[in-house]
C-alpha cells in the first residue's frame, strides 16, 4: 500500500500564503488534498490525477492551486489569499492501490497522511 507523508503549513496573518507538500512513496493515479477544522467533518479541498485534471471545492474560489509531480510523487498545494475559515489539518489522500479508484474522486480515496496543520489568523 502507497504511504503519503505531509509537509508545510504554519501560521499566517489573513491574506497571506502557504504550501503544502506531500510525498507518495509509490506511483498513485489520484491524490487530493481534505481538510479537518476543529469541531467539523472532514471535507475534500481538491483533486488531481495523473493526467493534470484537477477538481475544486467551491470554497477555494481561485485560491488555491493543486499540483502533481508524477516523476518524483509529488503533490502540492498552493493556497493564497487565506482566510481565518481555512484553519484546519490539512491531510493529503491517495488510493489504497493503482487502479482502484476507477475516476478521481474524494470517495476513493482512502490512504491519508498525518496532516499538516494550517492557522490563519485574522
Known amino acids: 500500500q502507497v504511504r503519503v507523508t505531509e509537509s508545510g503549513g504554519g501560521s499566517v496573518h489573513a491574506g497571506g500564503s502557504l504550501r503544502l507538500s506531500c510525498a507518495a512513496s509509490g506511483y498513485t493515479y489520484c491524490m487530493a488534498w481534505f481538510r479537518q477544522a476543529p469541531g467539523k467533518q472532514r471535507e475534500g479541498v481538491a483533486t488531481?490525477?495523473?493526467?493534470?485534471?484537477?477538481d475544486y471545492a467551491a470554497f477555494t474560489r481561485g485560491r488555491f492551486t493543486i499540483s502533481k509531480d508524477n516523476a518524483k510523487n509529488t503533490l502540492n498545494l498552493q493556497m493564497n489569499s487565506l482566510e481565518p475559515d481555512d484553519t484546519a489539518t490539512y491531510y493529503c489522500?491517495?488510493?489504497?492501490?493503482?487502479?482502484?479508484?476507477?475516476?478521481?474522486?474524494?470517495?476513493?480515496?482512502?490512504?491519508w497522511g498525518q496532516g499538516a496543520l494550517v492557522t490563519v489568523s485574522s
Open positions: 489522500a491517495t488510493e489504497p492501490a493503482p487502479g482502484y479508484a476507477p475516476l478521481c474522486a474524494f470517495e476513493y480515496l482512502t490512504v
Open positions: 488531481i490525477d495523473v493526467h493534470g485534471r484537477t
